[in-house]
Structures are given as C-alpha cells and as structure tokens.
C-alpha cells in the first residue's frame, strides 16, 4: 500500500524559491573577482537565476546539457548552481587549479555546451578554446565593461548583459528528482580525473543532511562564510545549506588570503566557515602574528585532509573558536562524519574529549559506514581494527560519469572510499590514511597522517609530509618531509627525538629531509605522488 502524501519530488530551485520566500531580505554578500564588494538579498538572487534560466532557455539549453564554470564563491557562480540545475541541466564545476591538459580533459569528457568564466580565468580561456571544441559559447562573469577589446573565444558576452536581456518572469519546472543537477570531477592525483553526477534528489537530501545540529550545524542565526571553493565538491553543500536554512552567506571571491578573510570575517559579522586544514594553518599564523581575536566568529569545519589536533587546540584555546572535524569525498556529496560529542562522552576529562573530537567522526544520517579487511569481512568496532572504509547512501556515488568502466562499488552495493579507517565503540571514524598512502614496514601498519599530526606540533614546524621509502630490512620506512617555520632553527635530530615517547618505536619515522614547500593538489591536499617521486631512490639503513 502507497502512502498518501503529496509526491513533491526534491528539487534544488525549491531551496532558492523558498529562501526567496521566506528569507527574501537574507543577504548575499560576495567580494568581486573584477573588485569591490557586491551586496544583494535571496529575493534579489532567485529572480536574477531566473533570468539567468530564461537566457539558457533562449540558447537552446537542453535537459542534460552541461554548463561548465571556472569560477570563485560569489554571487554569479551561486545563480549559475540554481540557474542552470533548476531548468534541468548539469552545472559542471570545474577546479582552475588543475593543469591545463585536465582541464582540456574534463571539458572534452564532459562535452560541455558553455562555459562561464571570472575575469582572472580570461588569459586561461583564451589558451583552452581552440581545444574545447564542445565549447559553443563563452561568458565572462561580469559585466561588458570587461570584455576584451578582441577576443578569439566563440561567442563571447558579458554575463550581466545575457540577464539583462530577460525579465525573471518564469515559474522553476517541475521534472524528476533523480535528474542530474551537478557535476564535480575528482582531483585525480594518479588516474584521469572522473565525474561524479549529482541529483537533485542527493543533493537536497545532503543539505538537509549537513543543516543537522550534530552535522555542519546550519541555522537562520548564522552567517555563513564558506572558504572552501564553489568548485570544490559544491563548497560542501553550503550554498545550498545556508539558503535552505534562512542563513546568511559571506561568498570571499578569489580572495582566499588570510588578510582578505580576516576583513570579511569581521566586517560580515561571520559565524560559521569551512575549509581545508592549509587555509587554517595559515589563518592561525595571521592572527598570532598581529595578536588579532575573531568578534563573531565561533566555529569552523575543517576536512578533505586531516585536520592536525594541534590546529583544532590552538584555534579553541587561542580564538575561541572550535573546530569541527569532518570527513568526505567527492564522492559522498561530500559529507560524510562529522566529529561531534555524544551524551555519553560529556564527562570525560578535557584532553579525552579532544582525541574524540580529533578523529573524523561520526557518520549523520544518510551515509552508513563500515570498515573491512583484505577478505571483505566485516571488522569490528572497536577503535584498534583498521580496514577499508566502504559507504554507502542517498548521497554517495553509484558511477562515475561516462566512466565506461565498472564503478567502484562491491557486489553489495558499498563504496570503496579509498581510505583506511577505524571505528570506536562510539561510532567515531578515523582515517589513517589512504590506502596508497599507508606504510608497510616489517609487516606492521603505520598511519602517515598519525605521524604528519605530531610533526606539526612541533613550533618549527609549518608543514608535514610522510612516505613510506625504501628499506632493505622492513621493506619500508617512513621518512618525514618537512616545511620549517619562517625565521625558526630546527635540526633533523631535534625533530626525531621529539617524536621518541609519543609514538610506538616501531612508527618513529627513520630521516627527516626539510624542503621549502610540499606539493600540493588543486584541492590543498599533500600530493604524495610527487613527493614519492621526488624521493624515489631514497632508502634508509
Ligand atoms: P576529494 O574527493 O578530493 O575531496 O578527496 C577525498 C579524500 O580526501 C578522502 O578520500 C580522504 O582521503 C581525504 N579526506 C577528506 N577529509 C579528510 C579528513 N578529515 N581526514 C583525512 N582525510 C580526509
């Protein structure tokens, strides 16, 4: 027997018509790639994605179609997500970190129709066209006064003239909820990057996911600043949070430096933000430098790499402000846990509460997850067992996009994450590394992300990086890689006795080398492949 209520399906316009509803006067406040700062409501942006929907329309966008973007958190970049997803066709975010040659890729792989594009992306743009021939038309994100005096890009205009020509008279369709509405291709630090393609349905069913209290915690209270990119995963659901939810939303353009953030923080009254663990290193670093306090901000979440426990201690103690650590993947939409306190754990003693809230957490409803060994068995729960961490959920990747392969899934339906994990009695996840990433010395495992965490408690040290490097007796060792501190003096034996007592013996890593920087991916992440290459003929005694 079927129930008897409305079947509305899940749409992403609804969140747009609904903020524009009942939060028409909730701002949008964005800082412009071409300069200055633009300030509008939820009333002012669902009309002007309609707008944007009806020059789509009058281009003969098609149901399905892609529409890529090379663009940072503002408000255009918001009316493209609910713009183009609300008339039926995929918004295809696309990372401009990436080399030239996967962005070429994923342009051709995804064969999109248009592309819009910031103004610091021109010079990027006019070197791609002539190989993104599925390319019909280029829109620059701004208005005319910034088009190029020539250009060879096809079709070329000013975003603000393509909404000018329409009215924003136009009601948001209705279609099926399992139709496509976004896509984000993974990073690809070793193969070709592959799509994954968001549904309506997913993608609602997440924001409501991560509006929990126990999950990134959205309310009409806060002010919303995500620093994690737009084309980064959707900035993790937020701009589909913060409207869903009446919030605020600070959208800081290309202006991810810590001075331009700290502005925004304080000028916008921000409560609530989201990054990767380098944006709040450096941020940290910033505000010990000028002795500076946040007036309103009081929380952040800090994933898509491991967020150090020295970083999460000093932002609570030192700014008040406390670090939600979180877990998820391109893949996952992309939450995945969050690490949040239960009833139970209230009483236990402050520095136990923070190796709790260290870990990655606790998964919300709408993800389950478990961990298995090398023979698919289930392995327990009880914080000590590591495996592979399998998920799966409304929101978690079923294919990639035209992989023209089998998915990664296993004959029962899981998601193989890639990472290796434990999970507690309490349900608390944690990552020790990715299964690449993991060292294998003598037979016994060594989490690299365990070691790069100590590393970075260290006060000379900045930045961290373990591999696993050849040894003829364990077959492999770990060297740590090492960013020292501006300015600080710190020698390879003061590190590694620093180590001694806070880590079995058998994990102590063997040589430390010190670099000026570490590669990094167009996400933030340590990129290992390099440093792997980079340290190929290396071995220790
Ligand atoms: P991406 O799809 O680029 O966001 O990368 C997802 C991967 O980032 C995951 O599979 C993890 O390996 C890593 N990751 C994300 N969040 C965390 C976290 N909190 N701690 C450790 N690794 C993380």
């Not at 002010?223 to 959707?234: D, L, Q, S």
């Not at 810590?258 to 921000?270: G, K, M, R, T």
């Amino acid at each position: 027997m079927l129930g008897l209520m409305m079947a509305e399906p899940l749409r992403v316009a609804t969140i747009i018509e609904h903020a524009a509803k009942w939060h028409s006067d909730t701002e949008i406040v964005s800082r412009l790639p071409e300069g200055g700062i633009h300030r509008y409501t939820y009333a002012a942006a669902n009309r002007r994605s309609k707008q944007l929907a009806q020059a789509l329309l009058k281009l003969s966008t098609e149901n399905g179609d892609r529409v890529g973007t090379l663009a940072w958190n503002t408000h255009r970049h918001f009316e493209l997500y609910y713009g183009v997803a609300g008339i039926g066709a995929v918004c295809h975010t696309i990372n401009p970190r990436l080399f030239p040659e996967q962005l070429v890729y994923i342009i051709n792989h995804a064969e999109d129709r248009f592309l819009f594009f910031d103004l610091t992306f021109l010079p990027l743009v006019e070197r791609l066209a002539a190989v993104c021939p599925t390319v019909e038309k280029w829109v620059l994100m701004a208005g005319r006064e910034h088009l190029p005096a020539q250009s060879a890009l096809p079709g070329l205009c000013s975003y603000e003239d393509l909404l000018a020509a329409e009215t924003g008279d136009y009601e948001w369709p209705t279609f099926d909820e399992n139709t496509a509405c976004s896509l984000c291709y993974t990073s690809g630090t070793t193969d070709q990057p592959k799509g994954v393609l968001y549904s309506h349905r997913s993608t609602v069913l997440h924001a409501y996911g991560i509006s929990l209290p126990d999950s990134l915690g959205c309310s009409a209270l806060d002010v919303i600043m995500p620093v994690v990119p737009m084309f980064h995963v959707n900035a993790w659901g937020l701009p589909y949070a913060a409207p869903l939810n009446g919030s605020k939303l600070v959208l800081p353009g290309a202006g991810m430096d810590s001075a331009s953030l700290y502005e925004l923080f304080e000028s916008e009254n921000v409560t609530f933000s989201a990054g990767v663990p380098t944006i709040w290193l450096a941020l940290l670093q910033f505000m010990r430098e000028g002795q500076r306090q946040f007036t309103t901000l009081r929380r952040t979440v800090v994933g898509g790499a491991s967020c150090p426990p020295a970083l999460m201690k000093a932002f609570v103690e030192e700014l008040n402000v406390t670090i939600t650590h979180a877990w998820g993947m391109t893949e996952t939409s992309p939450l995945g846990t969050g690490s949040r306190l239960k009833a139970t754990q209230l009483d236990l003693s402050s520095t136990e509460k923070a190796a709790v809230l260290a870990k990655q957490g606790r998964v919300v409803f709408g993800v389950d997850m478990k961990i298995v060994g090398d023979d698919g068995h289930e392995l327990p729960h009880d914080g000590v067992a590591f495996g592979d961490l399998l998920v799966r959920g409304p929101w978690v990747v079923a294919d990639y996009f035209r992989s023209g392969t089998p998915g990664e899934l296993t004959s029962d339906g899981w998601f193989r994450t890639g990472d290796v994990a434990t999970i507690d009695p309490d349900g608390f996840m944690q990552i020790t590394d990715r299964s690449k990433d993991v060292i294998k010395s003598g037979g016994e495992w060594i989490s690299s992300i365990d070691l790069e965490n100590l590393a970075v408690a260290h006060p000379a040290v900045a930045e961290a990086a373990v591999i696993g490097v050849h040894s003829d007796r364990w077959s492999e060792r770990p060297l740590l890689i090492v960013v020292r501190r501006p300015g600080m003096e710190l020698s390879a034996d003061e590190l590694l006795n620093f180590f001694r007592g806070r880590v079995a013996k058998f994990c102590e890593p063997d040589a430390v080398e010190f670099v000026d920087s570490l590669p990094h991916t167009a996400t933030g992440k340590l990129l290992k492949t390099q440093l792997r290459k980079d340290f190929a003929g290396y071995s220790v005694a």
